[in-house]
């Protein structure tokens, strides 16, 4: 009898904190995370509400996202996605991979992968690399460049080597929903 009624007891606390815990979590909106859509320069993108419209330093930015925990004082994420247009001098594929031809020669950069892939029903050209920058900090990217109206659009996902890997997803949930108008 007393077993019964000690195997009862734990099953209700169990229970009551189960409860707790869940009441707890939907007090709590702001740990949910929603989608958010952003709409510039022919893309339109979804991304998660963890991220935020945040500044870029190219002067060919569209937007730029990063997520809300690594923007910094300057408005700046350390953990950013920036979409970028640029003119298409010559052939888009001569264009692209004289960028990152130029990398070689900078000690900076180290090319770690490039290939083809698509974006959208389009062809893209997708580069990895690692950089070091002049804090020191080394940073690993992945940038997507596809073609449309003469212009070069890429999307350059960057973050801190540390933290790359982590928030890949992010970026590559991005490229297989983005809308292209």
């Not at 707790?20 to 998660?48: C, F, R």
Request: no cysteine; net charge negative.
């Amino acid at each position: 009898m007393k077993a019964k009624i000690i195997t009862g007891s734990i099953i209700a606390i169990i229970l009551i904190l189960f409860l707790v815990s869940s009441i707890s979590a939907q007090d709590n909106p702001e740990e949910e995370t929603t989608i958010q859509t952003l709409s510039k320069g022919g893309l339109v993108i979804n991304y998660p509400s963890d991220w935020g419209y945040s500044q870029a330093n190219s002067n060919y930015s569209i937007m730029s996202i990063s997520k809300l925990d690594s923007i910094d004082a300057a408005g700046i994420g350390q953990v950013n996605i920036n979409f970028e247009k640029k003119p298409v001098e010559g052939d888009f594929y001569t264009f692209v991979n004289t960028t990152y031809k130029s990398m070689q020669y900078d000690s900076n950069f180290q090319l770690v992968s490039a290939g083809e892939s698509v974006i959208a029903d389009r062809q893209a050209l997708e580069y990895v690399y690692t950089s070091n920058d002049d804090n020191g900090v080394e940073r690993e990217h992945k940038a997507v460049w596809f073609e449309k109206g003469g212009q070069a659009y890429v999307l350059l996902y960057s973050a801190p080597l540390d933290q790359f890997e982590s928030n890949l997803y992010v970026f590559d949930y991005i490229l297989s929903d983005i809308k292209i108008t």
